[in-house]
């Protein structure tokens, strides 16, 4: 098992910055590749940023790209996510999630937070 536990949520202004902390613990958190994903009242989550396990590789959803940076430490079984240029449709739950696997797909994540709150206003 692999327990995650958000923090960093909040209320900005549009044009504000935020970070997003996920704490990992339970199994060894360097063997999983993480993932942020969010869900907006009404809507399907979906996938925000990824990062492999040694924190090489990244990929982002084309709606965040160039304003959302995914980073780890895995000294510190710590995944963040920083948030910069906010926008309102950014404002949703935002959650951290684990996987074994190669993918921006939910459902093969194996464990997830209980999610964040971020809401930014116009």
């Known amino acids: 098992q692999v327990q995650l536990v958000e923090s960093g949520g909040g209320l900005v202004q549009a044009g504000g910055s935020l970070r997003l902390s996920c704490a990992a613990s339970?199994?060894?958190?360097?063997?999983?590749?993480m993932g942020w994903f969010r869900q907006a009242p009404g809507k399907e989550r979906e996938f925000v940023a990824h990062?492999?396990?040694?924190?090489?590789?990244?990929a982002y959803a084309d709606s965040v790209k160039g304003r959302f940076t995914i980073s780890r430490d895995n000294a510190k079984n710590t995944v963040y996510l920083q948030m910069n240029s906010l926008k309102p449709e950014d404002t949703a739950v935002y959650y951290c999630?684990?996987?074994?696997?190669?993918?921006?797909?939910?459902?093969?994540?194996?464990?997830w937070g209980q999610g964040t709150q971020v809401t930014v206003s116009s």
């Open positions: 999630a684990a996987t074994t696997s190669i993918t921006t797909t939910p459902h093969l994540y194996n464990y």
């Open positions: 339970g199994r060894t958190f360097s063997n999983y590749r």
């Open positions: 990062i492999s396990r040694n924190g090489v590789s990244t």
